[in-house]
T-cell receptor, first 112, second 112 residues
């Protein structure tokens, strides 16, 4: 079982719709969760992090964490073509200091 | 504000050649990391340095060595390159317990 699992996609949503990206993780003791966006040929950039159960909102982005279900998601409201990218979920497992384990990413396509 | 700077951006090596990938950060971060990114495999940790003078193996350290030269610089060396080391390499830095990594722009390495 992979430590961090994501559907590779592509996830295709029309412009203006809500995109929902999902991630599950295997280590129940994980405390920190991150979402990175990576455009093709570029490096990952941090867009959200979440530590506590529940929702965290930042502009059009909402991260949701459910530790009991070992599930973290990213919602993108009012999706724009510029949101088309690969979204990487990353988890900080316990006992690993600040090291992150990454999922393989979900490719999002926002269509006109 | 440069953030994390990696050199070179592109490199082609012949099997058996050696090279060093350079990474420097100007954010006064203690922790630095080297990851490789391959299609379908996601980002995998090669080596990690929690602070100046310390290094630790990650998930895929074989064939690589690292040096944490000072707080700013963390280099990755391939002693005898192999085609399996063809990949995109990312350096990153962070503060322990912080809000995620800052990545460099990456090095695209091809070994023929």
């Amino acid at each position: 079982q992979k430590e961090v699992e994501q559907n590779s996609g592509p996830l295709s949503v029309p412009e203006g719709a809500i995109a929902s990206l999902n991630c599950t993780y295997s280590d129940r003791g994980s405390q920190s969760f991150f979402w990175y966006r990576q455009y093709s040929g570029k490096s990952p950039e941090l867009i959200m992090f979440i530590y506590s159960n529940g929702d965290k909102e930042d502009g059009r982005f909402t991260a949701q964490l459910n530790k009991a279900s070992q599930y973290v998601s990213l919602l993108i409201r009012d999706s724009q073509p510029s949101d088309s990218a690969t979204y990487l979920c990353a988890v900080n497992p316990p006992g690993t200091a600040s090291k992150l384990t990454f999922g393989t990413g979900t490719r999002l396509q926002v269509t006109l | 504000n440069a953030g994390v700077t990696q050199t070179p951006k592109f490199q082609v090596l012949k099997t058996g050649q050696s090279m060093t990938l350079q990474c420097a950060q100007d954010m006064n971060h203690n922790s630095m990391y080297w990851y490789r990114q391959d299609p379908g495999m996601g980002l995998r940790l090669i080596y990690y340095s929690a602070s100046e003078g310390t290094t630790d193996k990650g998930e895929v350290p074989n064939g690589y060595n690292v040096s944490r030269l000072n707080k700013r610089e963390f280099s990755l060396r391939l002693e005898s390159a192999a085609p399996s080391q063809t990949s995109v390499y990312f350096c990153a830095s962070s503060e322990p317990g912080s809000y995620g990594y800052t990545f460099g722009s990456g090095t695209r390495l091809t070994v023929v």
